[in-house]
């Protein structure tokens, strides 16, 4: 398998590969600096709900490498520096909490130690939830299909193969994927830039369609079903993805074609009851009037920019985790 990584210790440093130059230019950043890692989450060189968890536990623990004196008040401005990189993936949360308790426990002469195994276990628990999440979702193929995805759900986005794309790699070696519709995915284009990319390493037959076309594409090239990743599930089954997905939801549903979601254990927010209580990301104007930082429009023009939406749980046809594809209703015990 061709598979590329979005992120790799490396002699006590952490590898990112750029995200926001693909798939022109691979490069690479190269650092233990907290600062430098929180502000590759901000500006999308690493993202991804999975691949951001890593990337804050593996910065939580870097954090440590040189510090000569332990205080609590230093573990909790590292939780908060990473804490408000970006709001909406659960992944995130979920990473930093386990640093933070690992972090408590520990004393001066350890906290480093316990704090990169912990990353590593994250990091390898997810490569692991991708792989049964891949093997899961092959139950959702009645017969060799035509599917249609949003924003980047692979590699790139994960420690592993990916959530959606992992279901949709995993059902292509099983003779079940004729061919992939990739929704560019509009204004950062994760889509027509990183899944093209990621599909055309595995040999995986696609086409890039513009985000409006997504409606016509169902209702004229036989798409037999749609998949996507998410950011954060509440109790519910309600799922906040990449703006858009709820489009393409309410768009199945019209056509009577299957709306999945594929996402670990480690998107689920058990703490909230629906998806009124996650809070969607706002993005800057300039991601909007501009592209490759060329203005596109007048830059004084305001706009309105959702990272996320939240698809309701009666539009999703199951949700595909590393344990089961669970059903409307949605329980996750
Ligand atoms: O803004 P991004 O690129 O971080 O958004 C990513 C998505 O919306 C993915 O679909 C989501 O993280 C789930 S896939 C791992």
């Known amino acids: 398998m061709n598979e590329i990584s979005a992120l790799n210790l490396l002699d006590e440093k952490l590898q990112i590969l750029n995200q926001t130059k693909l798939p022109l230019v691979e490069e690479y950043i190269l650092t233990d600096d907290l600062e430098r890692i929180c502000e590759s989450i901000e500006k999308l060189e690493v993202r991804g709900a999975p691949a951001i968890g890593i990337a804050a536990a593996y910065g939580f623990a870097l954090s440590f490498k040189l510090k000569s004196e332990l205080n609590d008040n230093f573990i909790m401005q590292v939780y908060s520096r990473l804490a408000k990189t970006r709001p909406t993936a659960k992944n995130l949360f979920f990473a930093i909490d386990r640093m933070l308790k690992v972090a408590k426990k520990s004393n001066q002469s350890n906290i480093y130690h316990n704090l990169i195994e912990e990353a590593i276990k994250i990091h390898k628990e997810d490569i692991e939830m991708c792989n049964k999440m891949?093997?899961?979702?092959?139950?959702?193929?009645?017969?060799k299909s035509i599917v249609l995805t949003h924003c980047n759900t692979g590699s790139l986005a994960t420690g592993g193969s990916g959530t959606a794309l992992s279901v949709i790699k995993t059902a292509f070696y099983n003779n079940l994927i004729e061919m992939v519709f990739v929704d560019e995915t509009r204004p950062l284009l994760q889509g027509s830039r990183l899944t093209a990319f990621e599909l055309e390493k595995v040999g995986i037959p696609f086409k890039i369609i513009v985000d409006s076309a997504a409606s016509h594409t169902i209702l004229?090239?036989?798409?037999?079903?749609?998949?996507?990743?998410?950011?954060?599930?509440?109790?519910?089954?309600?799922?906040?993805?990449?703006i858009g997905t709820y489009n393409l939801a309410i768009s199945c549903n019209y056509h009577k074609i299957p709306f999945y979601i594929a996402a670990p254990s480690s998107t689920i927010d058990s703490q909230i009851k629906n998806g009124k209580g996650?809070?969607?990301?706002?993005?800057?104007?300039?991601?909007?009037?501009?592209?490759?930082?060329?203005?596109i429009t007048k830059s004084k023009y305001n706009t309105f920019s959702p990272a996320f939406d939240v698809t309701p749980n009666s539009l999703i046809s199951g949700i595909i985790t590393e344990k089961q594809v669970f059903r409307f209703p949605y329980k996750f015990v």
């Open 134 to 143: 891949g093997e899961n979702g092959i139950e959702i193929f009645k017969k």
């Open 220 to 242: 004229t090239q036989n798409v037999d079903l749609v998949i996507t990743g998410a950011d954060r599930i509440a109790s519910n089954g309600d799922s906040a993805n990449k």
């Open 278 to 295: 996650i809070i969607i990301e706002e993005r800057s104007n300039s991601e909007i009037t501009s592209l490759n930082g060329n203005e």
